[in-house]
């Protein structure tokens, strides 16, 4: 009953979607205020139904309905309840209805926040998402139905694969696609700016924000999926280069690029042609990823069910929003009026550097992503394309990038001179200067640039700060006073810089990381990193739906004990399947890190890892996304804000 | 203005093509590469797996001289190989010499698996240790070879047979050697 109820609501949702991309922007092409009008209506409607279809799906879980395939495919009686609850999004048809979800729960966030927005704008806006919507649940509906049923229904499921069940991942999902999908509300956007012919500062300030909030929750998810890479599955590693982590990667910096071309749209007028294409090549970026992964084109450890036929639609479904918007801008935007032309020293000059740098970037993962399919396709040849190639290209240009991202919000609008801002942040340059030498004395030149970098990065945005507010120049008091002035989005740029710093730093002392594998019966030390690393003992422990084979492993340094460790290897009766359980002790500037492997004669395998800075990665991530949140706090980017001034103010179709 | 929907066109061409092909059977992203593909059949003797007799490099050349063989790795124990069964036998009776290889199987196993469908091996040879899949390149039972009139490996199937896979590929490459 409560499955067909789920089913229901999901037709029903995949309906509205469809009355809300029609009925707006039919209503905003006539000027009709009250087909307009249902736009909100619509999208809250939307909303309703998809999370009566969700709570449904969930339902079915947790109460352990085996008649739905979804739930005997990847639940079972033993699983915590947890993850009955997250394994609902933990597999391909309840993913595409997390998906339509956050989408509808866009739509219905545009509807509520977006009232100070001209109707028609918000009319536009509302429908474009409606389409999107409607495509996904009508795929939901026709090929990944989450509640297509079974009969006779089996006594206990098949169980969830083990290495999801794990709380980063749990949540994981959840995070990322809201971030991908938050993507399509400045894609709606962008797409309703075509259609009306206008973009304005106005513009440029409503679109901002929901940007932002995308871009902080596409930072939180793509951090949590490499922590739960680096603490679930044991390799020692964080990111892989692995096809689905590229596909979260390329949407996160067109992304960070639109987040601050949307700046140069707001203050000065210009660069509107390429903001709206950021716009839609974020989200086409975030979909074409999601696409890939799904239809089985790209080799990854991510396995989805692959189907084809699934692909086909997904494709037909990316031709028509992609293929559309593109179309529409290749029409509408030679009509945009451009902005004029600025300084290349200006604060406008050093974002367009951050856009191209940032772009060029994405285009080599792509070109590195892409390449074995279209080389398998095109010529017949089977190649892979790993670290060492995106190593190699990746890094050239991220250090001119870290350069810039410091001298660049120090720069005045318009016009700006560089030794003079240069001359103000010396003491940053010099310290990064002397980390640089020191670092060059012991280590490889490329982790000593990442660390300099992360050390320009960090006091630089400090400078600039102490900069802003005059401290030592003027009296304190009168600092204290500028402090309290300054805009939240200053602190917010400032905070996100410096945690791009931090991962900096986490990224190049990971790069320094040590590992030994090791045979070794109880009893038996181990020296590695500067550490003793003691097997004490090897046991059997029971688990709530596994078995687990823990190793004790006793640390000390110089005779001092300084922590046990205890991996395990779980083995899951029900999937056949063993999963490592890594221990990781942190003190916040290194990681000792202990994986148990397979055992022979009495001994085992043990993989000790030593990772400097290991934490600051994701840390980093964290500091970013905050940075990215105290921006959204910002009074000047509320969406509500404009709201008194322009309500009132009628829609203009050029 | 045009070139971002001409670079997504190409792009959006190039995928469909791929999904296109992926569902015939002809492109594999996830494929590994088999080495043998247009060499000679390496040399390697095999044990027989009573009532058929097994078979060496050299005898696998020879016999492929006067028209195509199909070796087919197997094993007991692998589920997609009960799968293709019947597929084989159709081959078989279709008049297409199938020589098998045992992989990693027990002989009285691999034997009672054989036996259960009439075989529609022509010979089988026992590779207990899976020395010749790994000289082959074989990446999982079941996997098949088209040897050409020469002794040349001509096509790989990795995976079970199903009657398209046979209609759309097989049977080309069968015909183009005829």
Redesign the interface.
Known sequence: MIPELGHFALALACCIALAQAVIPLVGAHRRDVRLMAAAPGLALGQLIALVAASAALVWSAVSDDFSVTNIVENSAVLKPPLYKISGTWGNHEGSILLWGLILGLCGAAVAVFGRGLPSALRARVIGVLGGTSAGFLLFALTTSNPFARTWPPPMDGQGMNPLLQDPGLAFHPPILYAGYVGFAVPFAFAVAALLEGRIDAAWGRWVRPWALVSWCLLTCGIALGSWWAYYELGWGGYWFWDPVENASLMPWLTGTALVHSAVVVEKREALKVWTVLLAIGTFSLSLSGTFLVRSGILNSVHAFANDPARGIFILALLGLVIGGSLLLFALRAPTLAQGGLFAPVSREGALVLNNVLLCSICAVVITGTMYPPFADLLLGQKISVGAPFFNATVLPLAIPTAFAMAVGPMLPWKRAQLMPTLVRVWWAALAAAIVAAWCLVGMRVLPALAFAASAWLILGSFAEMVERIKLGRLPFAASLQRARGLPLGVYGAAIAHAGMGVTVAGIAGMSLSTSRIVLAAPGETIHSAGYDWTLASLATEPGPNYQSRVATIAISRHGHPVVTLRPSRRTFPLAQQTTDDVAIHTNFVADLYAVLGEERDGRAVLRLHYNPLAPWIWLGALVMAAGGGLSLADRRLRVGAPSRRLAGVPAQPA | ??A??GV??A??V??????????QGT?D?????NPLIGHTVPDFALPGLAPAEGFSGAELRAAAASRPVLVNFFASWCVPCVEEAQVLAGLHARGLPIWGVAYKDKPELAAGFVARGGSPYSRIGLDLPGQVAIDWGVTAVPESYVIGRDGIVQWRWVGPFDPGIVSLQLDPVLRRLA
């Open positions: 203005m045009l971002p929907l997504a066109a792009a959006g190039a995928f469909w093509s791929m999904l296109d092909r992926m569902e492109f992203p996830h494929g590994v590469p």
